[in-house]
């Protein structure tokens, strides 16, 4: 580790911890609390990944995400940050984005041909001739893109959380330990975030140097240790904000959703590169990230510095490399800085300042794998002025400190407004939604005296809006020294054919995109910053244009001729920083709804299939029977014999009160005053508009109280309709949601009344208990409601009980029948015998637009009704001619020939004239069926219409009269046997 | 109602598969213990199924009157609780709506199901089977945190408060047993294996799990 400095105090590295590691092939070695980068570094190694669109060669920028030039796989993860990654024993990284490695990467020649490759080439260059667009298109897609994702990646659990705070404070430097602890001590409960694993931001790199400021972060630790209602969250960032204050925490395990009743952003600021010819290469970087491989990695960042800066910020890097034995040199582009204690320390040690100067180009060694030197131009704004060679030979390292721009991003997201500030060059907090504090350098405020003071008055401001403080806040601190931002860090020779102008100067480091590429754009009528962006794709890189944005906007501005309040920002999104989709999606949580019964279905073989939210048996297996067959035998039984279904998923509704007759007259087309108790009805409702939402039986149980059943997907929309309709009406009914609280089974066929009679004492002849009847008794000893249906066609009775009991009373009845030959049926030999009888399916025959015309249930519709919901509707569409109409089909049964499926066209000289809704391929009647929807000029009974199925092949059907089974109803009568 | 234990919890499959002690409650078999690492379990996440409690709901203009009327104790703010004879709960839900629930020896419900409701009266039984379980232990909050929207730990001793619990609606009543929180959840009998498959599943991760209702016996008998 040739790079690593002697120990130094605040490092965050742990020398007693070695750890190795491999990179590229090669094994390296490093320290606990090293990052990938920081190791690689120390190592001596500053080529770290290759650029995204030439190949470059690239080293880190900021050291602390705000690039992507360092973006490695492990064989395991892809796409992981160099510059955060945390080092860890036995790690082998390889860089993305590479084709034969880092170091030999066979793309790297794509630069030579960076002439041809402007932006958006592929759009100009491609597009003709068409047929080979997949050709380009399959090319395009292998050279692009970053890493490549392992399916065969391990499992990793990320439940998502939730959590609670009076505070959320995001950031952790001075501003922000400052508000969280003011807004702690007026007692409100505080969460303090911050991406870092230290608390202290900037103190920790920026500060680090300064003995005052250690003192001060030392005193702030000791009183976040004291604040038991401060909660601090290390490794954290804030990753999005969201209405109400609800915001996305993402550490390296999961993700958090904060619900916090008001937030102090202390986000500080984001150091920003200058644009200058070659400003990619390796050895050219942040200020900040020269002082964080210094203070936090004990990392000497090159040997021979020039710092290249705008602000008095880079003096301060200045000594601070100086202090590790950097050789430094400094090229001011103001021809007189503040005479600041900075500059004097400057003087005192001897560091040779060049004032009034820019660097318009960096000199690079052979294949641009580092620079060598620099260009400097004396006078920054005079172009006659002389352009030298300065420091040639032996300068390695080009270290940038020209300028911030907030880190704004959940302010944006916040809803906050932003105004151009010109006394700092950035953009400062103007409005701010109620709840959201804005704090320290993201609020304009640069002066660490300042920023503690601004932190506090944030924390104190948040305790006052939650009645936790009452005196007059503090006065906002305002920075009163030079702007700590150039206010145009782009640096090209004026003369446009000047060799230094022919070198790449980047505005976006992620996609490669040049100055030029934003001036063609511009040229191109691209003169909208939001249309700029996604024409160039500045800023739509991994680092989201944290280094880019700003510069982008300056230029823009400026070939426009506006200011950068009129040129405006881009919309910020979430997230801050690339979060895995795993985070996202935690842990999975979809509810599904069994019934009873559920467990005797599977233990019984039913293979269980989705019905909604319910989970129903859709047949049950038999062995040496094929899916259809056991559909088959299980509709035969039924016919035959008996047959027990699980029907716990309809919706089980009570309405009760003085007003429930009228009531359901309203809600439903038919007519239910003359319901006798103990008598069931069909109901079938509709929406305002007339089309058909609901049906099923409506049990009178008293006077006042009705037993309603609903469709088992359709139940909970519609009893939220229902209590709707209650609050609107005011009508004097109390209505009851049952459905998870009832098992309910079908017995059915003509066995049913045999095997039912023991195990009840209701007295099941068809004197007492007739079709349609409902009555309460008890079924094997529990309390139970039986109701006579006939849905499928059959004698037979739906059985309530309460759902503890559910799986006693289906035992008994599959015991009772046993010997009559009982068998339970699942939900497909169900739809294949009402379909038999001619029953539709709400929601299957018919659709989002049916009416009970079309469905062939106008006999539903109660004569002289005054009112209910959708029949003013139904009166207009009566008036009208129906388009389509509901009938059977069927088919000649070709064995084993073509059939068509559900919602297969009917076509008749070249016209669509309607669609199969449901489809029998086997019936017990002996050949297939169908319903469907018709033109009604072909419905009559005997037509034949054909139906499309696949490969266009025609298939004949004739249509026929409804029901198919059992026209006159003799099933629900009395047979002689039982007479 | 048979006399043999007919009944069945919604999680009973769960329940089986863990192979615990089991007892009879209320008609209904319940898990006594779980193994020798309840205790444990239980100060850390427990999850306990104590849906043998028999429960009752009433709704209607005179279900309070006719409540105070049997004797009972009735809350007067909606989502207040108070407590039956013997350990049971009584909860207003509603300005009309009540839950009752049972005791482990409190024959409370059946006693209220017995008595017939006079005709005239605006008042209507709701057959209520939710499934009752109970979550304790230190970590309890922390089951919420990953499963619910609400500040769980935040909320009033003995209020009732209907949210959502990974994915699934439910009412939670927040209780003390020995001076510890934890946490009753009535669920629609439907969605309570899919509940309870996500709740064991994180008490496990969080150094618990499943519990047998031994462990908290004491709070359902009323003397806790």
């Known amino acids: 580790m040739a790079k690593r400095l002697p120990p130094r105090e605040g490092e965050w590295i742990d020398r007693e911890r070695p750890l190795e590691f491999r990179f590229e092939g090669r094994t390296y070695q490093g320290f606990a609390g090293d990052v990938v980068s920081s190791a690689l570094w120390a190592n001596g190694l500053l080529i770290q990944g290759r650029s995204f669109k030439y190949h470059r060669p690239r080293g880190p920028v900021s050291l602390c995400g705000h690039d992507a030039n360092v973006i490695v796989e492990d064989g395991m993860r892809t796409n992981l940050r160099g510059d955060l990654l945390p080092l860890a024993e036995g790690m082998d990284l390889r860089a993305v984005n590479t084709v034969g490695g880092l170091w030999k990467d066979k793309l790297r020649w794509t630069e030579r041909f960076s002439k041809f490759l402007p932006v958006g080439f592929y759009y100009k260059a491609f597009h003709t001739p068409r047929r080979l667009f997949p050709f380009y298109e399959n090319q395009m897609r292998k050279v692009a893109g970053l890493g490549e ?42 969460l303090l975030v911050d991406e870092n694993p230290r608390l202290g931001g900037s103190f920790n790199w920026q500060l680090a140097g300064d003995p005052d400021a250690r003192r001060q972060l030392q005193e702030l630790l000791a009183r976040v240790e004291e604040l038991e209602n401060l909660e601090v969250r290390l490794g954290t960032q804030a990753a999005g904000y969201y209405a109400d204050h609800w915001v996305a925490l993402v550490d390296d395990r999961h993700l958090t959703k904060v619900r916090a009743g008001a937030m102090l952003a202390a986000t500080g600021c984001i150091e920003q590169p200058a644009v200058f010819g070659n400003n ?144 700092v060059e950035q953009f400062v907090p103007e409005t701010l939604p109620e709840g959201v504090f804005a704090a320290g350098r993201v609020n304009g405020v640069f002066e660490l005296s300042d920023r503690i003071a601004d932190g506090r008055r944030g924390g104190l401001a948040a305790a006052k809006l939650l009645g936790r403080y009452e ?40 996609e490669d995109l040049q100055l030029k590429d934003i001036v063609d754009a511009h040229q191109e009528g691209y003169d909208n910053i939001e249309l700029l962006k996604r024409y160039s794709t500045a800023g739509m890189g991994p680092s989201q244009g944290k280094l880019a944005n700003m510069n982008a906007v300056r230029i823009l501005a400026k070939l426009n001729g506006k200011s950068i309040d009129e040129t405006g920002t881009t919309t910020s999104r979430p997230f801050y920083q690339p979060v895995p989709l795993g985070h996202l999606a935690g842990r999975r949580f979809h509810p599904l709804r069994r019934t009873p019964l559920h467990d005797w279905h599977v233990g019984a073989g039913a293979e269980v299939f989705h019905a909604g939210s319910w989970l129903r048996p859709e047949y049950y297996r038999a062995e040496g029977q094929s899916r259809d067959d056991c559909i088959f035998t299980e509709a035969g039984n039924v016919r035959e014999r008996a047959g027990l279904i699980d029907v716990s998923t309809l919706g089980k509704l009570r309405i009760c009160g003085p007003d429930a007759v009228p009531f359901l007259e309203r809600v439903y087309t038919g007519r239910f005053a003359k319901q006798p108790v103990g008598k069931l009805r069909y109901g079938l409702a509709c929406d305002e508009t007339g089309v058909i939402i609901e049906d099923g039986v409506i049990a009178r149980l008293a006077e006042d109280q009705f037993y309603v059943t609903a469709t088992s997907s359709g139940a909970a929309a519609f009893y939220r309709e229902l209590q709707r309709w209650t609050l609107i009406w005011g009508m004097d009914v109390t209505l009851i949601n049952e459905t998870g609280h009832h098992a309910a089974m079908n017995l059915a066929g003509p066995e049913s009344r045999a095997i039912l009679q023991p195990l009840t004492d209701v007295d099941l002849s068809a004197e007492e208990f007739p079709y349609l009847g409902v009555c309460e008794g008890t079924v094997a000893g529990v309390s139970a409601k039986l109701l006579r249906v006939g849905f499928v066609g059959e004698w037979g009775y739906e059985i309530h009980v309460p759902a503890s009991y559910g799986l006693h009373v289906w035992e008994a009845i599959i015991s009772a029948g046993a010997d009559a030959g009982i068998r339970p049926f699942g939900v497909e030999a169900q739809r294949l015998l009402r379909l038999e009888k001619g029953h539709l399916i709400v929601g299957q025959d018919t659709d989002a637009l049916t009416n009970p015309y079309e469905a062939a249930a106008a006999w539903a519709i109660g004569k002289n009704k005054p009112f209910f919901v959708g029949g003013r509707s139904l009166e207009i569409e009566q008036q009208k001619t129906l388009t389509r109409r509901l009938v059977g089909l069927t088919f000649a049964d070709p064995e084993g020939g073509p059939l068509p499926e559900e919602c297969r066209l009917i076509i008749h000289e070249g016209e669509i004239v309607g669609r199969i809704t449901s489809m029998a391929r086997r019936s017990t009647l002996g050949h297939p069926l169908a319903l469907a929807f018709l033109r009604p000029d072909l419905t009559e009974a005997g037509t034949t219409v054909r139906v499309r199925i696949d490969g266009g092949v025609m298939v004949e059907a004739t249509v026929a009269a409804l029901p198919f089974y059992d026209p006159d109803n003799q099933r629900q009568q009395e047979q002689p046997e039982h007479a | 109602m048979p006399d043999s234990p007919a009944r069945r919890s919604p999680v009973q499959h769960q329940l089986d598969e863990l192979q615990p002690e089991w007892t009879t409650i209320s008609g209904m078999p319940a898990a006594l213990r779980i193994g020798p690492h309840d205790e444990e379990r239980a100060a850390l996440a427990g999850l306990c199924d104590a849906s043998c409690l028999r429960k009752l709901g009433l709704k209607g203009r005179d279900a309070g009157a006719w409540l105070a009327e049997q004797g009972m104790t009735v809350p007067a703010d909606i989502y207040a609780t108070a407590s039956l004879a013997s350990g049971g709960i009584i909860a207003r839900l509603g300005t009309e709506e009540f839950l009752l629930e049972s005791g482990i020896a409190d024959e409370s419900v059946p006693a209220i199901e017995a008595v017939p409701i006079p005709a005239g009266r605006n008042l209507f039984r709701i057959e209520r089977q939710d499934a009752t379980f109970v979550l304790c232990g230190i970590r309890a909050d922390a089951v919420f945190a990953q499963t619910c929207g609400l500040d769980v730990g935040k909320m009033d001793v003995g209020r009732v408060v209907f949210t959502r619990v990974a994915g699934v609606s439910c009412g939670i009543l927040p209780e003390l047993f020995e001076d510890r929180r934890c946490y009753r959840m009535w669920i629609d009998p439907s969605y309570a294996a899919s509940l309870w498959q996500s709740l064991a599943e994180i008490c496990g991760d969080l150094g618990g799990g499943v519990v047998g209702l031994q462990c908290i016996l004491q709070s359902f008998s009323g003397t806790g």
């Open chain 1, 471 to 510: 005196p007059e806040l503090p006065p906002a601190p305002r920075h009163d020294s030079a702007p700590p931002s150039h206010p145009y860090p782009v640096f090209v020779h004026p003369k446009k054919s000047h060799p230094a102008n022919k070198e790449k100067a980047f505005v976006d480091f992620d």
């Open chain 1, 280 to 423: 990619d290469l390796p050895g050219v970087m942040l200020g900040s990230a020269a002082q964080r491989l210094v203070h936090q990695f004990a990392v000497k960042p090159v040997e021979n510095a020039l710092v290249f800066t705008a602000n008095s910020d880079g003096y301060r890097v200045a000594l601070d490399l100086h202090a590790a034995n950097v050789s430094v040199g400094i090229v001011d582009t103001r021809p007189d800085a503040d005479p600041t204690e900075l500059l004097t320390q400057v003087d005192e040690q001897g560091i040779q300042v060049l004032k009034g100067s820019v660097v318009p180009v960096a000199t690079h060694t052979r294949g641009k794998k580092g620079i060598k030197g620099c260009f400097t131009w004396l006078g920054a704004t005079d172009e006659s002025k002389q352009f030298a060679k300065f420091w040639p030979g032996n300068r390695n390292g080009i270290v940038m400190s020209v300028g911030w721009v907030p880190n704004a991003g959940l302010l944006y997201q916040a809803g906050v407004r932003f105004r151009y500030a010109a006394h």
């Open chain 1, 149 to 190: 994702i392992n399916r065969g990646a391990e499992f990793a659990s990320t439940p998502k959380d939730y959590a609670f705070c009076d505070l959320l404070v995001v950031g952790a430097g001075p501003s922000g330990l400052a508000g969280a602890i003011a807004a702690a001590e007026q007692g409100l409960r505080v």
